[in-house]
């Protein structure tokens, strides 16, 4: 399967009320984990790079060309959308000349005026060439890449100028946070979720997927949420495992130190933790 842009597909998740799950990668471990779930459930899926990530893999370039030979070597069959993840102006360039099929740009740290601006710059460099733009309104709480949000609730006027520069796919903020959810943590507010859903069609993302309860995401993704972002229980799942085979001592068995073998049980937890999450969502086989 050639990987897509996904833009169909991210109309048909909103308009069926399913999401389709967007994964991050980190390695090939990550990589061949990611996809091989998406061929277990025959569902499509989103692989994604955040700039750090890209960065520590050797550049946008090699990730892209990673993932494109590992779809080949599979012998992956669903649609697959390769996307960079909360990028900010230059790094969502980059993905765009390195060949990634979707991009996203992340200016809400800017002054909104700007990240409009630079939005419909990054609209129309993407839409040139065929790629996919995810853009932000509203920050997520939590740290991403250096950029840090308070959880502020995105504001309709200001998703609706940006749902008009044309992106393809549109990331709100409703209470979300990226990494783990603090125990005062008050939820998501579908009030604000309504109102957004209800003032533009474009598909809604939800990021900080990771630790949400499952009611919560089940709810967001009836209300117009296509676009569901995990990371840090993917992250949990691996350190989780790899500690479970050094704790029980299997480096110590033949070649256990062989780092094909401590690799394994981290790589099949990403797996199913990709897999239980395309079940949360809905996503329909193909």
């Given at each position: 399967?050639?990987?897509?842009n996904?833009?169909?597909?991210?109309?048909?998740?909103?308009?069926?009320?399913?999401?389709?799950?967007?994964?991050?990668?980190?390695?090939?471990?990550?990589t061949?984990?990611?996809?091989?779930?998406?061929?277990a459930?025959n569902?499509?899926?989103?692989?994604?790079?955040?700039m750090?990530?890209?960065?520590?893999?050797?550049?946008?370039?090699?990730?892209?060309?990673?993932?494109?030979?590992?779809?080949?070597?599979?012998?992956i069959?669903?649609?697959?959308v390769?996307?960079?993840?909360?990028?900010?102006?230059?790094?969502?360039?980059?993905?765009?000349?390195?060949?990634?099929?979707?991009v996203?740009f992340?200016?809400?740290?800017?002054?909104?005026?700007?990240?409009l601006?630079?939005?419909?710059?990054?609209?129309?460099?993407?839409?040139?060439?065929?790629i996919?733009?995810?853009g932000?309104v509203?920050?997520i709480?939590?740290?991403?890449?250096g950029?840090?949000?308070a959880?502020?609730?995105?504001d309709?006027e200001?998703?609706?100028?940006?749902a008009?520069?044309?992106?393809?796919?549109?990331a709100?903020g409703?209470?979300n946070?990226?990494?783990?959810?603090?125990?005062?943590?008050?939820?998501?507010?579908f009030?604000?979720?309504?109102?957004?859903?209800?003032?533009?069609?474009?598909?809604?993302?939800?990021?900080?997927?990771?630790?949400?309860?499952?009611?919560?995401?089940?709810?967001?993704?009836?209300m117009?949420i296509?676009?569901v972002n995990?990371?840090?229980?993917?992250?949990?799942?691996w350190?989780?495992a790899?500690k479970?085979y050094?704790?029980?001592g299997?480096d110590?068995?033949?070649?256990?130190?062989?780092?094909?073998?401590v690799?394994?049980?981290?790589?099949k937890?990403?797996?199913?933790?990709?897999?239980?999450?395309?079940?949360?969502?809905?996503?329909?086989?193909?």
């Amino acid at each position: 399967m050639v990987l897509t842009n996904g833009n169909e597909m991210f109309k048909a998740a909103r308009d069926g009320q399913y999401a389709i799950g967007a994964f991050n990668t980190n390695n090939l471990e990550w990589t061949r984990a990611i996809l091989a779930a998406g061929q277990a459930t025959n569902t499509p899926i989103l692989i994604q790079t955040s700039m750090g990530a890209g960065k520590y893999m050797g550049g946008y370039k090699l990730v892209q060309n990673l993932v494109a030979n590992t779809i080949e070597s599979m012998n992956i069959t669903v649609p697959v959308v390769m996307h960079l993840d909360h990028g900010n102006y230059e790094a969502a360039k980059e993905a765009i000349e390195a060949g990634y099929n979707s991009v996203m740009f992340d200016g809400h740290d800017l002054p909104f005026e700007e990240n409009l601006e630079k939005t419909k710059e990054i609209v129309k460099l993407a839409h040139a060439k065929g790629i996919s733009v995810e853009g932000e309104v509203g920050s997520i709480g939590g740290e991403e890449d250096g950029i840090v949000g308070a959880g502020e609730l995105a504001d309709v006027e200001e998703a609706k100028q940006l749902a008009a520069t044309g992106v393809d796919y549109l990331a709100v903020g409703i209470g979300n946070i990226h990494g783990v959810y603090p125990e005062n943590w008050t939820g998501l507010n579908f009030d604000r979720l309504k109102e957004l859903a209800d003032a533009i069609d474009t598909p809604l993302v939800l990021h900080g997927g990771s630790g949400i309860p499952k009611e919560q995401i089940v709810k967001a993704i009836s209300m117009g949420i296509a676009k569901v972002n995990v990371n840090t229980e993917q992250q949990i799942a691996w350190s989780d495992a790899v500690k479970e085979y050094y704790n029980a001592g299997n480096d110590k068995k033949e070649k256990g130190f062989d780092p094909r073998k401590v690799l394994a049980p981290g790589t099949k937890a990403i797996q199913d933790t990709v897999e239980s999450r395309i079940d949360w969502f809905g996503t329909p086989s193909i």
